[in-house]
DNA sequence: GATTGGCACTCGCAAGGCGAGAGTGCTAGA
DNA sequence: TCTAGCACTCTCGCCTTGCGAGTGCCAATC
């Protein structure tokens, strides 16, 4: 018995295919009746019950129990989601309406925040963006700024524009010469290099002069945390945090609240979205995300950058029973018009 | 027949207060013998039923339903509330806790941004943190820095010691002395004024200079948003919103929806928040709270400043069955923390 | 040989009935 | 004014039952 289960023209992935439309538009297990009553297949109801019995020793559908209708398995969302080569549906309306919220606002920091509450509208699901990602950055300038208090701003413009700042406590000795001289010795050297490689060694060997500015070099460093545990300082965003409730699918409260507690904790956030996608759109099905709290949801998730670096991740959380292709589409158009806009600012 | 139930040493009163204890501890309509299983009143259930009668006819007092125990109304916890003159009863290793906490801290932006989750974790509620709020800083030094682009970094550290930057795009001819002249006028001229209180009309007549140092001076005064929409540049900080759906008394999903939702829109806890307490602890019950969605919660919440300013608000949400003794005194003990924190930047 | 109609069977779910228990209000007596 | 006793009320959990959706199998059909 061969399994033409993969072969796009098959009864049976058609009919698997519709299965997992329906339940995902009714989130009621699907029987053959219902499945006929929506789809037009040209065959009768024993020939679908045979073929979903078939369906289901093949381990892509489910039943809740004895007598009732099929639910996909994890394998069979798998199947579908994988089906959906191109992520091409989106409305021109709604394709319309994200390009113009991306086109009214310059400011890339600004837009990257507002990304989560547009994503989350867009899909009814909940939003996640992470970015821009501090050690991929590349530098371009870092400038000093003395405060009252004897504080020192030190400002960092990446090359795609965006600011990073932190404030050091200055000692008594430091002059406004000595700034001056690392300022200049810094930006000769590092320009064009990316931040997250940065090593302490390497930068170390920038402070030749004095011992007040050796020890402003590797201050500097250390506040711009150079090394790997970059993660702790990335940038969260969440949006639609409460539609994770409107999801009928979760009427385990425990559940939900891991999953908020989840959410809670923007280190394991940054994390979860640090994997850069190995596809353009990535998609978790369930028992396929890394973290335990997120094993009865699905996760899509794809990179958006500058150029050809990857800066940051936008996802989406949404129920197994998720409408893929559409937040599929929604995650692939958002980071592509990030990407643009970042990259534009780049080429300033 | 007299009403001695405000009588502190009235045993109307001591029923009352016992009451709402027992219903806050257990969550549970309290009953004649339940009430007297836990505390020693020494009068008879009979006794205490005549009298709960009576709590009852004077709206302190509600029965779910004929057959059961009784629950306080918002007027008996109002009562209660009230009668918590000094929220006195902080544990010693809790008191200490908090106070490690803050030592450890110096930075107050940083802070400020723990002392959400600080706060619901020391009460397992959702905590609500707004500041530092940006209207009631007082000016105290103003500083710019070129960046590459053309664009301006301004620098506005306030008398506290907390930063706020903006970027402004630079038009092509204004030169370093502009800058330098501009940086010299606002600094004699602004330092000590209330950054909310400052008109557009006065900023205005600072600009004394060429066209160039004008433009600049209504730049600036744009960017750092001098006018009364302050409310929007707030920051908020929420702690343990997860903690919402641990709680049995929210057993209704779309209750806990519309709250979530709430929570999210930061402007409008940004607005909740910025009432300033009257008294040193406020708490709205139920009903009380100005918000529809809250209305089935109690809100407590107390102002922390620096010196005699308010400079921002701790909240905490929880159940209208809250635990009003233990949370009024966290909210009230971190609180006068994090003033003692600002007040002493501001000297330094 | 694949497909179909017919049919008996299974199982979850909602509705109804029932008993137990907690709590009350009332009344009469101390 | 307080207390003991008692009849009454109402919810909650449990069980039973009937219904309906859906299945799997088998024999008939194309």
Redesign the interface.
């Known amino acids: 018995m061969s399994d033409h289960t993969h072969d796009p023209d098959s009864r049976k992935f058609a009919i698997l295919i519709a299965v997992v439309d329906d339940y995902i538009q009714t989130g009621e297990p699907v029987g053959s009746l219902a499945l006929l009553a929506r789809h037009d297949l040209g065959v009768s109801p024993a020939t679908i019950r045979n073929e979903m019995a078939e369906l289901e020793n093949l381990g892509y559908l489910q039943q809740p129990h004895t007598s009732a209708g099929r639910v996909p398995s994890a394998k069979g969302y798998r199947l579908y989601v994988d089906s959906i080569s191109e992520p091409t549906g989106l409305e021109d309306v709604e394709a319309r309406w994200i390009r113009e919220a991306y086109d009214a606002q310059r400011?890339a920091t600004t837009l990257i925040q507002q990304t989560a509450r547009l994503v989350s509208e867009a899909t009814s699901y909940t939003a996640m963006v992470l970015g821009p990602r501090y050690a991929k950055a590349v530098f371009?300038?870092l400038?000093f700024?003395?405060?009252?208090?004897g504080?020192l701003?030190m400002?960092l413009?990446t090359d795609v524009?965006l600011?990073e700042?932190r404030?050091i406590d200055l000692p008594d000795g430091l002059t406004d010469e000595d700034l001056a001289e690392v300022s200049r010795n810094l930006n000769q050297s590092l320009r064009g290099l990316i931040l997250g490689k940065l090593t302490r060694g390497y930068v170390r060997t920038l402070g030749t002069g004095s011992a007040a500015q050796r020890w402003l070099v590797g201050a500097i460093f250390d506040a711009l945390g150079g090394t790997g545990q970059a993660d702790a300082d990335d940038k969260v965003y969440l949006?639609?945090?409460?539609n994770i409730?409107?999801q009928p699918d979760f009427g385990d409260?425990d559940v939900?609240?891991d999953l908020?507690?989840f959410?809670?904790r923007d280190r394991l956030v940054s994390e979860l979205l640090s994997r850069p996608p190995a596809g353009h759109v990535q998609v978790f099905i369930g028992a396929e995300n890394p973290y335990q709290e997120l094993q009865s949801c699905s996760l899509v998730m794809a990179a958006f950058g500058a150029g050809e670096r990857v800066m940051g991740t936008v996802g989406v959380l949404g129920p197994t029973r998720m409408r893929y292709g559409h937040v599929m589409s929604v995650v692939s158009y958002v980071s592509g018009q990030l990407t643009n806009v970042l990259t534009r600012q780049m080429r300033?």
Chains 1, 2 share one sequence.
């Open positions: 400011d371009r300038d400038k700024l003395r405060l009252p208090g504080r701003l400002v413009t524009g600011l700042h404030v949006g639609g945090t409460a409730l409107s409260l939900v609240r908020l507690g959410l809670e300033r």
